[in-house]
Protein backbone atom coordinates (compact mmCIF):
# COMPACT_ATOMS: atom_id res chain seq x y z
CA UNK A 1 0.00 0.00 0.00
CA UNK A 2 1.37 3.16 -0.69
CA UNK A 3 0.96 6.14 1.78
CA UNK A 4 -0.47 9.10 0.25
CA UNK A 5 1.50 12.07 0.15
CA UNK A 6 -1.16 14.70 1.70
CA UNK A 7 -3.64 13.87 4.55
CA UNK A 8 -7.01 12.29 3.99
CA UNK A 9 -8.72 15.47 5.16
CA UNK A 10 -7.37 18.00 2.92
CA UNK A 11 -7.52 15.94 -0.05
CA UNK A 12 -11.40 15.65 1.17
CA UNK A 13 -11.23 19.79 1.67
CA UNK A 14 -9.27 20.81 -1.65
CA UNK A 15 -12.12 18.50 -3.58
CA UNK A 16 -15.08 20.13 -2.12
CA UNK A 17 -13.81 23.66 -2.72
CA UNK A 18 -13.01 22.75 -6.43
CA UNK A 19 -14.41 19.72 -7.66
CA UNK A 20 -13.17 16.79 -9.24
CA UNK A 21 -11.47 15.98 -11.18
CA UNK A 22 -8.84 17.30 -9.67
CA UNK A 23 -5.01 17.25 -9.58
CA UNK A 24 -3.37 18.10 -6.40
CA UNK A 25 0.64 18.47 -6.55
CA UNK A 26 2.95 18.50 -3.38
CA UNK A 27 6.09 20.98 -3.73
CA UNK A 28 7.71 19.56 -0.71
CA UNK A 29 8.38 16.17 -2.62
CA UNK A 30 9.94 18.31 -5.60
CA UNK A 31 12.19 19.66 -3.50
CA UNK A 32 13.04 16.39 -2.01
CA UNK A 33 13.61 14.56 -6.02
CA UNK A 34 15.64 18.22 -6.49
CA UNK A 35 17.98 17.32 -3.59
CA UNK A 36 18.47 14.11 -4.87
CA UNK A 37 20.43 15.59 -8.01
CA UNK A 38 21.98 17.98 -6.28
CA UNK A 39 25.65 17.31 -7.45
CA UNK A 40 25.03 17.76 -11.07
CA UNK A 41 26.41 20.81 -12.12
CA UNK A 42 23.57 21.72 -13.69
CA UNK A 43 19.55 20.48 -13.33
CA UNK A 44 17.61 21.38 -16.30
CA UNK A 45 14.20 20.49 -15.77
CA UNK A 46 12.19 18.71 -18.97
CA UNK A 47 8.98 20.91 -18.70
CA UNK A 48 6.89 18.53 -20.95
CA UNK A 49 6.30 16.30 -17.88
CA UNK A 50 4.61 19.37 -16.32
CA UNK A 51 4.38 22.90 -17.70
CA UNK A 52 1.93 24.38 -14.37
CA UNK A 53 3.48 28.13 -14.27
CA UNK A 54 3.28 28.46 -10.85
CA UNK A 55 5.48 24.84 -10.85
CA UNK A 56 8.26 26.13 -13.18
CA UNK A 57 8.22 29.49 -11.01
CA UNK A 58 8.93 27.40 -8.00
CA UNK A 59 11.53 25.00 -9.85
CA UNK A 60 13.18 28.84 -10.82
CA UNK A 61 13.22 30.02 -7.31
CA UNK A 62 15.26 26.39 -6.40
CA UNK A 63 17.96 27.53 -8.56
CA UNK A 64 17.17 24.80 -11.92
CA UNK A 65 17.18 25.74 -15.59
CA UNK A 66 14.94 24.51 -17.92
CA UNK A 67 14.22 22.56 -21.26
CA UNK A 68 11.64 23.25 -24.03
CA UNK A 69 10.38 21.55 -26.98
CA UNK A 70 7.87 23.40 -28.49
CA UNK A 71 7.31 27.40 -29.03
CA UNK A 72 4.66 27.54 -26.11
CA UNK A 73 7.11 25.37 -24.04
CA UNK A 74 9.87 28.44 -24.50
CA UNK A 75 7.15 30.94 -23.94
CA UNK A 76 6.13 29.41 -20.54
CA UNK A 77 9.44 29.21 -19.28
CA UNK A 78 10.41 33.01 -20.28
CA UNK A 79 6.93 34.03 -18.61
CA UNK A 80 7.73 31.71 -15.35
CA UNK A 81 11.04 34.14 -14.79
CA UNK A 82 13.65 32.03 -16.76
CA UNK A 83 16.29 34.08 -18.36
CA UNK A 84 16.87 33.35 -21.96
CA UNK A 85 20.10 32.20 -20.38
CA UNK A 86 18.19 29.71 -18.51
CA UNK A 87 16.90 27.92 -21.40
CA UNK A 88 17.28 25.37 -23.57
CA UNK A 89 15.20 24.22 -27.01
CA UNK A 90 15.44 20.69 -27.71
CA UNK A 91 13.88 19.51 -30.94
CA UNK A 92 14.08 17.04 -33.86
CA UNK A 93 12.48 20.23 -36.37
CA UNK A 94 12.28 23.86 -36.25
CA UNK A 95 8.68 24.59 -37.36
CA UNK A 96 8.98 27.97 -38.74
CA UNK A 97 7.15 29.54 -35.72
CA UNK A 98 10.36 28.07 -33.67
CA UNK A 99 12.55 29.93 -35.93
CA UNK A 100 10.47 33.18 -35.75
CA UNK A 101 10.87 33.73 -31.75
CA UNK A 102 14.44 32.26 -31.94
CA UNK A 103 15.16 34.92 -33.96
CA UNK A 104 13.87 37.28 -31.52
CA UNK A 105 14.79 35.67 -28.81
CA UNK A 106 18.63 34.16 -28.08
CA UNK A 107 18.13 30.82 -26.60
CA UNK A 108 19.92 28.12 -26.82
CA UNK A 109 19.35 25.16 -29.03
CA UNK A 110 20.05 21.40 -28.99
CA UNK A 111 19.95 19.88 -32.20
CA UNK A 112 18.13 16.49 -33.14
CA UNK A 113 18.79 16.19 -36.83
CA UNK A 114 21.72 17.35 -39.24
CA UNK A 115 19.33 19.52 -41.77
CA UNK A 116 18.50 21.92 -38.11
CA UNK A 117 22.13 23.16 -38.66
CA UNK A 118 22.17 25.47 -41.88
CA UNK A 119 18.41 26.33 -40.58
CA UNK A 120 20.14 27.95 -37.41
CA UNK A 121 22.85 29.42 -38.63
CA UNK A 122 20.62 31.61 -41.28
CA UNK A 123 18.84 33.28 -37.64
CA UNK A 124 21.66 33.15 -35.99
CA UNK A 125 25.11 32.87 -37.03
CA UNK A 126 28.25 31.82 -35.29
CA UNK A 127 26.35 30.65 -32.24
CA UNK A 128 26.74 27.93 -29.89
CA UNK A 129 24.46 24.80 -30.40
CA UNK A 130 24.43 21.33 -28.55
CA UNK A 131 24.39 18.04 -30.37
CA UNK A 132 21.63 15.53 -29.78
CA UNK A 133 23.32 11.96 -30.47
CA UNK A 134 21.58 8.93 -30.81
CA UNK A 135 23.95 6.11 -29.88
CA UNK A 136 22.26 3.11 -31.91
CA UNK A 137 20.33 1.87 -29.16
CA UNK A 138 17.16 2.59 -26.67
CA UNK A 139 15.70 1.81 -23.26
CA UNK A 140 12.34 2.58 -21.67
CA UNK A 141 8.95 1.24 -20.29
CA UNK A 142 7.44 0.84 -23.29
CA UNK A 143 8.51 0.99 -26.86
CA UNK A 144 6.90 4.36 -27.41
CA UNK A 145 9.32 6.01 -24.32
CA UNK A 146 12.41 4.81 -26.10
CA UNK A 147 14.01 7.78 -27.80
CA UNK A 148 17.64 5.96 -29.22
CA UNK A 149 18.13 3.42 -32.07
CA UNK A 150 17.05 2.98 -35.49
CA UNK A 151 13.31 3.17 -34.31
CA UNK A 152 13.39 6.31 -32.79
CA UNK A 153 13.06 9.92 -34.65
CA UNK A 154 15.09 11.53 -31.65
CA UNK A 155 18.80 12.89 -32.75
CA UNK A 156 21.73 12.66 -34.92
CA UNK A 157 22.23 8.73 -35.84
CA UNK A 158 25.98 8.20 -33.96
CA UNK A 159 27.33 7.09 -37.51
CA UNK A 160 26.97 10.73 -39.12
CA UNK A 161 28.85 12.77 -36.07
CA UNK A 162 31.71 13.82 -38.02
CA UNK A 163 29.48 14.62 -41.37
CA UNK A 164 27.42 17.12 -38.71
CA UNK A 165 30.35 18.51 -37.52
CA UNK A 166 31.88 19.60 -40.52
CA UNK A 167 28.33 20.85 -41.65
CA UNK A 168 28.34 23.08 -37.97
CA UNK A 169 31.78 24.33 -38.85
CA UNK A 170 31.23 24.67 -42.23
CA UNK A 171 28.08 26.76 -41.19
CA UNK A 172 30.02 29.29 -39.16
CA UNK A 173 28.30 27.55 -35.71
CA UNK A 174 30.49 26.30 -32.60
CA UNK A 175 29.12 22.65 -31.02
CA UNK A 176 29.93 23.19 -27.43
CA UNK A 177 27.44 20.58 -26.07
CA UNK A 178 26.56 16.92 -26.24
CA UNK A 179 23.33 15.66 -25.12
CA UNK A 180 22.09 11.95 -24.90
CA UNK A 181 18.52 10.69 -24.20
CA UNK A 182 17.97 6.98 -24.76
CA UNK A 183 14.18 6.60 -23.21
CA UNK A 184 12.39 6.78 -19.96
CA UNK A 185 12.73 3.86 -16.98
CA UNK A 186 17.13 3.61 -18.07
CA UNK A 187 18.58 0.60 -15.93
CA UNK A 188 22.42 0.43 -14.85
CA UNK A 189 23.15 -2.11 -17.68
CA UNK A 190 21.79 0.48 -20.32
CA UNK A 191 23.69 3.43 -18.37
CA UNK A 192 26.79 1.71 -18.71
CA UNK A 193 26.42 1.76 -22.57
CA UNK A 194 25.13 5.25 -22.63
CA UNK A 195 28.36 6.57 -20.93
CA UNK A 196 30.68 4.28 -23.03
CA UNK A 197 28.68 6.43 -26.22
CA UNK A 198 29.04 9.77 -24.84
CA UNK A 199 32.51 9.21 -23.75
CA UNK A 200 33.41 8.20 -27.32
CA UNK A 201 30.99 11.01 -29.08
CA UNK A 202 32.79 13.65 -26.39
CA UNK A 203 36.20 12.68 -27.72
CA UNK A 204 35.40 13.39 -30.88
CA UNK A 205 33.35 16.83 -30.56
CA UNK A 206 36.25 18.73 -31.16
CA UNK A 207 37.88 21.90 -29.03
CA UNK A 208 34.63 23.75 -28.62
CA UNK A 209 32.66 21.14 -26.14
CA UNK A 210 31.95 22.65 -22.90
CA UNK A 211 28.93 21.18 -21.86
CA UNK A 212 27.58 17.70 -21.29
CA UNK A 213 24.19 16.83 -20.57
CA UNK A 214 23.25 13.14 -19.55
CA UNK A 215 19.17 13.55 -20.79
CA UNK A 216 16.60 12.06 -18.27
CA UNK A 217 14.83 8.96 -17.90
CA UNK A 218 15.51 8.33 -13.69
CA UNK A 219 13.26 5.79 -12.92
CA UNK A 220 9.80 6.42 -11.05
CA UNK A 221 8.60 3.60 -8.15
CA UNK A 222 5.17 3.54 -9.09
CA UNK A 223 4.09 -0.15 -7.75
CA UNK A 224 3.91 -0.21 -3.65
CA UNK A 225 6.81 -2.78 -3.69
CA UNK A 226 8.91 -1.21 -6.08
CA UNK A 227 12.73 -0.52 -4.81
CA UNK A 228 13.88 3.23 -5.50
CA UNK A 229 16.25 4.07 -8.40
CA UNK A 230 19.95 4.37 -6.83
CA UNK A 231 20.33 8.02 -8.02
CA UNK A 232 23.25 8.21 -5.82
CA UNK A 233 24.83 5.57 -7.86
CA UNK A 234 23.67 7.12 -10.77
CA UNK A 235 25.25 10.33 -9.77
CA UNK A 236 28.56 8.82 -9.07
CA UNK A 237 28.62 6.88 -12.29
CA UNK A 238 28.25 10.02 -14.23
CA UNK A 239 30.78 12.41 -12.15
CA UNK A 240 33.43 9.15 -12.81
CA UNK A 241 32.76 9.60 -16.57
CA UNK A 242 32.48 13.36 -16.72
CA UNK A 243 36.39 13.03 -14.74
CA UNK A 244 37.75 10.65 -17.35
CA UNK A 245 36.43 12.33 -20.60
CA UNK A 246 37.80 16.05 -18.68
CA UNK A 247 40.95 13.58 -18.53
CA UNK A 248 41.49 13.08 -21.69
CA UNK A 249 40.43 16.54 -23.07
CA UNK A 250 42.84 18.03 -20.57
CA UNK A 251 39.88 20.92 -19.51
CA UNK A 252 36.82 21.72 -16.97
CA UNK A 253 33.23 20.56 -18.33
CA UNK A 254 29.72 20.95 -16.88
CA UNK A 255 27.57 18.16 -16.07
CA UNK A 256 23.79 18.30 -17.00
CA UNK A 257 21.09 16.03 -15.88
CA UNK A 258 17.22 16.82 -17.70
CA UNK A 259 14.81 15.51 -15.20
CA UNK A 260 11.51 15.69 -15.84
CA UNK A 261 9.14 12.75 -14.38
CA UNK A 262 11.94 12.30 -11.99
CA UNK A 263 10.80 15.16 -10.25
CA UNK A 264 7.18 16.04 -10.43
CA UNK A 265 5.55 11.96 -10.84
CA UNK A 266 5.72 11.13 -7.26
CA UNK A 267 4.40 14.75 -6.05
CA UNK A 268 1.25 14.57 -7.92
CA UNK A 269 -2.55 13.05 -6.78
CA UNK A 270 -5.55 12.65 -9.28
CA UNK A 271 -8.62 12.94 -7.03
CA UNK A 272 -11.56 11.84 -8.57
CA UNK A 273 -14.83 11.00 -7.09
CA UNK A 274 -17.07 7.20 -7.26
CA UNK A 275 -20.05 8.00 -9.49
CA UNK A 276 -21.07 4.91 -10.29
CA UNK A 277 -20.45 0.93 -9.14
CA UNK A 278 -21.45 -2.09 -11.17
CA UNK A 279 -20.50 -5.44 -12.12
CA UNK A 280 -20.52 -7.28 -15.59
CA UNK A 281 -20.26 -10.80 -16.05
CA UNK A 282 -17.41 -11.25 -13.20
CA UNK A 283 -15.97 -8.06 -13.57
CA UNK A 284 -16.78 -5.21 -11.14
CA UNK A 285 -16.63 -1.67 -11.78
CA UNK A 286 -16.07 1.60 -10.11
CA UNK A 287 -16.89 4.46 -12.23
CA UNK A 288 -15.00 7.80 -11.49
CA UNK A 289 -15.32 10.98 -12.87
CA UNK A 290 -11.29 10.99 -14.49
CA UNK A 291 -11.03 9.81 -17.52
CA UNK A 292 -7.68 9.41 -19.79
CA UNK A 293 -8.92 13.13 -20.65
CA UNK A 294 -6.98 13.78 -17.16
CA UNK A 295 -4.38 10.62 -17.12
CA UNK A 296 -3.94 9.15 -20.52
CA UNK A 297 -0.35 7.05 -19.79
CA UNK A 298 -2.56 3.57 -18.54
CA UNK A 299 -4.64 3.85 -21.93
CA UNK A 300 -1.25 5.11 -23.98
CA UNK A 301 0.88 2.98 -22.17
CA UNK A 302 -0.65 0.58 -20.08
CA UNK A 303 1.22 1.86 -17.47
CA UNK A 304 0.34 1.05 -13.80
CA UNK A 305 -0.80 3.69 -11.25
CA UNK A 306 -1.16 2.84 -8.33
CA UNK A 307 -4.66 3.20 -6.62
CA UNK A 308 -6.58 3.82 -3.08
CA UNK A 309 -9.85 4.67 -2.29
CA UNK A 310 -9.73 8.01 0.93
CA UNK A 311 -10.58 6.27 4.25
CA UNK A 312 -10.68 2.62 3.02
CA UNK A 313 -7.17 1.43 3.06
CA UNK A 314 -8.68 -0.94 6.20
CA UNK A 315 -11.32 -2.31 4.29
CA UNK A 316 -11.33 -5.73 2.88
CA UNK A 317 -10.58 -5.63 -0.99
CA UNK A 318 -11.74 -7.72 -4.12
CA UNK A 319 -10.64 -7.11 -7.81
CA UNK A 320 -12.07 -4.23 -9.16
CA UNK A 321 -11.34 -2.32 -12.36
CA UNK A 322 -11.49 1.59 -12.45
CA UNK A 323 -13.02 3.45 -15.54
CA UNK A 324 -13.76 6.57 -16.71
CA UNK A 325 -16.69 8.36 -18.49
CA UNK A 326 -15.14 8.74 -21.50
CA UNK A 327 -16.88 6.92 -25.06
CA UNK A 328 -14.19 4.13 -25.10
CA UNK A 329 -13.28 0.98 -23.80
CA UNK A 330 -9.78 2.14 -23.39
CA UNK A 331 -10.80 4.59 -20.96
CA UNK A 332 -9.64 2.58 -17.86
CA UNK A 333 -7.19 3.32 -15.47
CA UNK A 334 -6.34 -0.56 -14.45
CA UNK A 335 -5.24 -1.92 -17.65
CA UNK A 336 -2.00 -3.85 -18.72
CA UNK A 337 -0.17 -2.98 -22.38
CA UNK A 338 -2.73 -4.09 -25.20
CA UNK A 339 -5.55 -2.80 -23.27
CA UNK A 340 -6.44 -5.94 -21.39
CA UNK A 341 -8.68 -5.17 -18.28
CA UNK A 342 -6.35 -6.07 -15.11
CA UNK A 343 -8.39 -5.71 -12.22
CA UNK A 344 -6.18 -4.55 -8.95
CA UNK A 345 -7.70 -5.46 -5.34
CA UNK A 346 -9.37 -2.58 -4.08
CA UNK A 347 -11.97 -1.98 -1.14
CA UNK A 348 -15.71 -1.77 -1.99
CA UNK A 349 -16.55 2.16 -2.90
CA UNK A 350 -19.70 4.02 -2.26
CA UNK A 351 -20.76 6.82 -4.75
CA UNK A 352 -19.19 10.28 -3.94
CA UNK A 353 -16.21 7.90 -2.33
CA UNK A 354 -12.95 9.81 -3.93
CA UNK A 355 -10.35 7.65 -5.41
CA UNK A 356 -6.66 8.63 -5.10
CA UNK A 357 -4.80 7.90 -8.81
CA UNK A 358 -0.96 8.09 -7.41
CA UNK A 359 2.02 9.68 -9.23
CA UNK A 360 -0.04 11.52 -11.52
CA UNK A 361 2.31 14.81 -11.48
CA UNK A 362 3.77 13.89 -14.58
CA UNK A 363 2.23 13.38 -18.28
CA UNK A 364 -1.00 14.04 -16.69
CA UNK A 365 -2.01 17.10 -16.93
CA UNK A 366 0.60 18.57 -19.21
CA UNK A 367 -0.94 15.77 -22.03
CA UNK A 368 -4.89 16.10 -20.46
CA UNK A 369 -7.41 17.08 -23.63
CA UNK A 370 -10.68 18.23 -24.45
CA UNK A 371 -12.31 14.73 -26.32
CA UNK A 372 -15.34 14.40 -25.25
CA UNK A 373 -15.35 18.20 -25.00
CA UNK A 374 -14.66 17.78 -21.50
CA UNK A 375 -13.47 20.81 -19.44
CA UNK A 376 -9.42 20.53 -18.49
CA UNK A 377 -9.46 20.10 -14.70
CA UNK A 378 -8.52 22.59 -11.94
CA UNK A 379 -4.54 21.91 -10.57
CA UNK A 380 -3.89 22.68 -6.73
CA UNK A 381 0.09 23.39 -5.56
CA UNK A 382 0.71 22.42 -2.07
CA UNK A 383 3.82 24.28 -0.05
CA UNK A 384 4.32 22.90 2.94
CA UNK A 385 0.41 22.86 4.51
CA UNK A 386 -1.08 25.69 2.67
CA UNK A 387 -2.84 24.97 -0.70
CA UNK A 388 -3.04 27.41 -3.71
CA UNK A 389 -5.17 26.81 -6.79
CA UNK A 390 -2.80 27.31 -9.62
CA UNK A 391 -5.00 26.28 -12.59
CA UNK A 392 -9.11 26.93 -12.15
CA UNK A 393 -11.27 24.54 -13.79
CA UNK A 394 -11.97 25.51 -17.68
CA UNK A 395 -14.94 26.52 -18.48
CA UNK A 396 -17.12 25.65 -21.75
CA UNK A 397 -17.03 29.12 -22.88
CA UNK A 398 -12.98 29.24 -23.24
CA UNK A 399 -13.53 25.55 -24.43
CA UNK A 400 -15.09 26.71 -27.50
CA UNK A 401 -14.25 30.04 -28.02
CA UNK A 402 -11.62 29.80 -30.59
CA UNK A 403 -14.49 28.33 -32.69
CA UNK A 404 -15.06 30.92 -35.38
CA UNK A 405 -18.76 31.31 -36.04
CA UNK A 406 -19.80 29.51 -32.65
CA UNK A 407 -20.41 32.80 -30.19
Known amino acids: ?130 LRLNPGFGHGHDLKVSTGGPQSKHGIWREQLPEVLERVAHAGLRATGLHMHIGSGSDFEHLGRVRAALTEAALAMGEHLSVLSTGGGLPTPYRAAEARFDVAQYVAAWRETKGEIERELGRRLTLEVEPGRYLVAEAGLLLAEVRATKSSGEVEYLLVDAGFDNLVRPAFYGAYHHISVLGRDADPTAPRVVAGPLCES ?25 VCIHDAGAYAASMASNYNSRLLAAEVLVDGNEPRLVRRRQTFEELVAAELGCL
Not at 331 to 354: C, N, W, Y
Open 1 to 130: MKTRILPDDLLRALAREHGTPLYVYHLDVVRARVRDLADFDVIRYAQKANSNLSLLRALHGMGLKVDAVSTGEVRRALLAGFAPADLHFTADIFDRRILELLAEVDVHVNLGSPDMVEQYAAIRPGHEVT
Open 330 to 354: ADMFTQSKGGLVEPRELPHAEIGDL
